[in-house]
């Protein structure tokens, strides 16, 4: 990482701040973003293991995606920061398989011949990514976890699908997997959550999942520092006169299996949820004792939540309080131990669940309170008489949580006590918004590969995916063809083999980044071979992952490389286009590829398409936004030409 001073000078009053100390300081503020925090966790928890006499080591392993696209990087600087803490970051060729390594980090501690106490793995990746490693991970959790070392899933949650294709998020997954969720609310909170959540997984024999949603992942704040921070207390449990023990057991085959179940449902998560309670994770953080009514919720949420109340007049914890209101702050969610909700329900007429997404903490309140004679009306994505109130859709901010909270509020304090929603009619200071008659059509960089790759024939059908190229959805039909859909990824063509047989259109061009096809999408391909239909991929191999921060493809492959599999898997005939064919002359390609200049394209795609069977286009072109880097670290040689725009006939977008 490059050590730059800092020109102001930190709230702590340390001298000479620089970057660096948010991995390399133990006390005092640091600045830092929430992905640096959560890569900050394992050198802390590593210092904290061995002031407490066990030299362990951390393993993190995961793929990238916003909202923790950024999140790799930072564990490379932090690693390289670590000194001699072993502090491995192996970036995963997937999730599934990233997952599986984690996994085995904790059977290599149980394992005679380690050389450490423990190791404490670290899973990353987004919702989708546990959508596509359940079942690794699922492995995992029944495998369990060494006692000294813990397992953590750092997952990210893009509500609003800022960055995916779908909007999503992660708990009812994680419930499924038999996961402990906590939600950091802020950048402090995904470090100290951390923190427990390493101790819960080495207490329970569990691992736990770490809810980081995009205003955490991508916020800033101040840190502060102090590995004593966290003293986290540890539930114990005897069984059959016994103290349990967690420990990993890669036994995973029946008969056993269904002992490890048992453990799982009768040991394991009573002891996380006993963990919340010791650590009191969860609180009542307003609590009259007149209270009416209870607002529940998680995470950032809460935060939410509680500016929705502010634009409502209540700003402070009295004015709260004095309104008959009464706050229940989750920290971990799940599991969550039934008495807590009960007495949080002593009294009231009716708690609101406020959540994004599914209804989690909802059901979980009326399962707690189901039996109780007293029990109040739960509402959240519904009222009591069934109407919709708060959103199950999008991103759920205090804009969109401030109108349905007024509603629950106004029936019991009265139109007069509460300020009107912000923006409602007859509100003096109404946001004005400047009428925009013209909107513009995302597009591609200046200069990016994908301005050349994803033209087609006139009149193709086209296949979308995971990738920069998913943009030609909204771009014009007759440069980047009939786009036919997009698929998760490394599913790209898959959709073909559903569709051909059906229609009288016999071919497909289905865009593919190399990228993904490292990932996951060489197997789309070899599906498509084995299937007979006619496609070509057109795979533009650009040298990075470029959606995500500029990674390299692992387990990629160059050019030559790619085309010699692909030939061998039953491809009829690959096509490479690149503006430097100089650098294919001397490469033996095999038979059934040549190489040509790009600005043939569309006839390369033309030759592919009456060609029976899978073709591929492969497109050789680096990265432009990746090339402007590398060119600002003088890494690659700056072209000695410019180009001038004449800004009165173009606008030089």
Not at 122 to 143: E, I, M, N, Q
Not at 221 to 231: A, K, Q, S, Y
Not at 257 to 276: C, M, P, S
């Amino acid at each position: 990482m490059e050590e730059v001073t800092d020109t102001a000078t930190p709230s702590s009053g340390t001298a000479n701040y620089q970057l660096r100390d948010r991995y390399t300081q133990d006390h005092g503020r640091v600045f830092v973003s929430g992905v640096q925090a959560l890569a900050r966790l394992p050198l802390e928890q590593m210092r904290v293991d061995r002031r407490n006499g066990l030299a362990t080591a951390a393993f993190v392993s995961g793929y990238p995606g916003s909202p923790l696209a950024g999140f790799d990087k930072e564990a490379d600087a932090a690693a390289k920061l670590a000194g001699d803490l072993p502090y491995v970051h192996t970036p995963g060729l997937n999730e599934e398989l990233a997952a599986t390594a984690v996994m085995g980090s904790q059977l290599a501690a149980e394992h005679r011949t380690c050389r450490h106490d423990g190791i404490t793995g670290y899973w990353y990746g987004k919702t989708p990514g546990v959508d596509r490693a359940s079942d690794a991970l699922r492995h995992a959790v029944f495998a369990g976890v060494h006692r000294n070392s813990g397992a953590v899933a750092i997952i990210g949650d893009d509500a609003a699908a800022k960055s995916s294709t779908l909007p999503s998020s992660s708990d009812a997954a994680m419930i499924g997997l038999h996961m402990p969720i906590m939600t950091p609310g802020d950048v402090q909170e995904a470090l100290d959550l951390g923190r427990h959540a390493v101790a819960m997984s080495r207490a329970s024999g569990l691992w736990a999942g770490l809810k980081v949603v995009a205003p955490v992942a991508d916020g800033t704040g101040t840190l502060d520092l102090d590995l004593d921070r966290v003293r986290p207390i540890i539930p114990q449990i005897e069984i059959d006169g016994r103290l349990f023990v967690p420990h990993a057991d890669g036994g995973l085959l029946t008969p056993h299996t269904l002992v490890l179940e048992k453990e799982l449902f009768e040991v394991r998560l009573g002891l996380a949820a006993r963990y919340a309670v010791d650590n009191k994770l969860n609180v009542v953080s307003v609590d009259p004792p007149d209270a009416w009514i209870g607002i529940a919720a998680c995470g950032h949420t809460y935060h939410e939540m509680r500016q929705a109340l502010q634009m409502l007049g209540l700003r402070t914890d009295s004015e709260i309080a004095a309104h008959g209101i009464r706050l229940l702050h989750l920290r971990m969610p799940a599991p969550i131990e039934s008495a807590l909700l009960r007495r949080f329900a002593v009294g009231l007429t009716e708690i609101v669940a406020v959540e994004d997404k599914n209804p989690t903490l909802e059901l979980l309140l009326k399962d707690a309170l189901y039996a109780g004679a007293d029990r109040p009306l739960i509402t959240g994505k519904y009222d009591g008489e069934g109407n919709k109130l708060l959103p199950a859709h999008g991103a759920l901010d205090a804009d969109a949580i401030v109108g349905p909270l007024r509603s629950r509020l106004v029936q019991r304090l009265g139109d007069e006590r509460l300020a009107p929603v912000p923006g409602s009619v007859g509100q003096r200071g109404d946001k004005q918004l400047i009428p925009l008659s013209l909107n513009r059509t995302p597009y591609f960089c200046s200069g990016c590969p994908h301005n050349t790759s994803t033209r087609v024939p006139e009149g193709a059908l086209v296949g979308g995916g995971i990738g920069c190229h998913a943009m030609v959805a909204m771009m014009e039909p007759e440069r980047v063809g009939e786009l036919v859909g997009l698929t998760c990824m490394g599913n790209e063509g898959a959709q073909w083999i559903g569709m051909a047989p059906f229609l009288d259109t016999n071919h497909l061009f289905q865009n593919l980044g190399d990228g993904t096809y490292a990932h996951s999408g060489q197997l789309a391909v070899r599906w498509a071979i084995a299937a007979g239909v006619n496609i070509t991929y057109k795979i533009l191999v650009n040298g990075v992952v470029a959606m995500t921060g500029g990674q390299e493809a692992q387990g990629g492959a160059d050019v030559q490389t790619m085309t010699r599999i692909l030939m061998l898997q039953g491809v009829k005939r690959v096509i490479i286009t690149t503006e430097d064919l100089d650098r294919y002359q001397s490469l033996a390609l095999p038979a059934g590829a040549e190489a040509w200049d790009r600005t043939r394209i569309i006839e390369a795609q033309e030759v592919l398409a009456d060609t029976p069977g899978t073709t591929v286009l492969i497109h050789d072109q680096f990265c432009a936004a990746e090339s402007r880097r590398l060119r600002k670290r003088k890494q690659v040689a700056t072209p000695a030409f410019r180009v001038l725009i004449n800004e009165r006939v173009c606008e030089g977008c």
